[in-house]
């Protein structure tokens, strides 16, 4: 592992590549991977870009790239695909286009990940492959997501912004902010503004949720002409730049939900090994199966159990300690 460690902090392409599949597929050494690396991390900003499919997120993200480079930033983007890891379909020809743009960048890099449907699952992914890239020396880290309930959820709680596409072809604006991703979004953008009906969907997100106590900036711009691209970058890197406190307090709320999602694993794993040698378990199974007692007093019953145990260990250690 030392190798690829060395690797990743290098930037070397082929080193990331391989430490990014190490980590999202959860293969062995992976922990060890982000220990060596952890210390060399938190220099990154992120942005997450969601919004319902057809939006023009890729084609987006491939015109502010660019803009983003003059502004000094070395970019990285990480595309989650919400069905599989070979992306398809439409998705895939968002991505030809904004690879068409990037492509011969060798400065950046880019990596399609899945989301495999798991709940929880994506953003601990994301969040060590985030940190591989911070360590690589990437500056501003892009995650793309298509549209996708819960998945737009996941990806808001790994970023510093939530940037939200919506275009005035998205269909009933009202249904639109319904769905629930005016309520993840930092900045919300009308692309495709060369179209009818920007102005109008400019101004029902303006006053349904431009005026709450969140204050998000709502923006058009037009991906396809270029129109207010540049402005746009450059209003993002202020609000980057101005939100340094915000940003080190969300990491605190980020840093406690990550850890309290890995205690809780640990915890869970430990309990379910003693659960498969627990002679009272087996039998509290074969109670509520004949009726003897409800599964609500089993568990009351087991979890006292194993919590006893637990602490007749702990105070026959400190006995022989002594």
């Known amino acids: 592992m030392l190798k690829i460690v060395e690797g990743i902090i290098k930037g070397d392409r082929r080193s990331l590549s391989r430490a990014i599949s190490i980590i999202d597929n959860e293969e062995d050494h992976h922990q060890e991977i982000i220990r060596e690396i952890f210390k060399k991390t938190g220099k990154a900003l992120t942005l997450g870009f969601t919004g ?17 480079e003059k502004l000094g930033y070395k970019v990285a983007i990480i595309a989650v695909d919400p069905t599989s890891p070979i992306t398809g379909g439409a998705i895939l020809g968002d991505r030809v286009r904004m690879q068409s743009n990037i492509i011969e960048n060798s400065d950046v890099f880019m990596r399609s990940v899945a989301s495999r449907g798991a709940v929880g699952g994506i953003s601990k992914s994301l969040r060590n492959i985030i940190r591989i890239l911070d360590a ?12 996708a309930g819960q998945l737009e959820i996941e990806v808001s709680k790994v970023v510093n912004l939530t940037l939200v596409l919506f275009t005035p072809n998205t269909g009933d604006k009202i249904q639109a902010v319904k769905a629930g991703l005016t309520e993840i979004g930092d900045v919300y953008i009308i692309n495709k503004a060369d179209l009818d009906g920007a102005n109008s969907l400019y101004l029902t997100l303006r006053d349904l949720i431009g005026e709450t106590d969140r204050k998000p900036i709502v923006v058009k ?30 990491e605190r709320l980020m840093l406690e939900m990550e850890l309290k999602d890995m205690i809780l694993n640990i915890i869970q794993k430990k309990i379910i090994s003693m659960l498969d040698d627990n002679k009272s378990f087996n039998n509290a199974i074969e ?29 026959n250690k400190r006995v022989n300690k002594k």
């Open 52 to 68: 319902p499919g057809g939006a023009g997120k890729s084609t987006l993200i491939g015109k502010l790239v660019p803009e983003f």
């Open 136 to 147: 690589a020396g990437y500056r501003l880290i892009i995650v793309e997501s298509v549209g």
């Open 221 to 250: 711009v037009s991906a396809k002409t270029g129109k207010g691209v540049k402005e746009f970058a450059q209003k993002i890197d202020e609000i980057l730049k101005d939100r340094m406190r915000i940003f080190q307090y969300r």
């Open 287 to 315: 109670m509520v199966q004949t009726k003897k007692i409800d599964p609500f007093k089993a568990a009351e019953n087991i979890s006292a159990d194993i919590f006893k145990n637990n602490n007749k260990l702990k105070k």
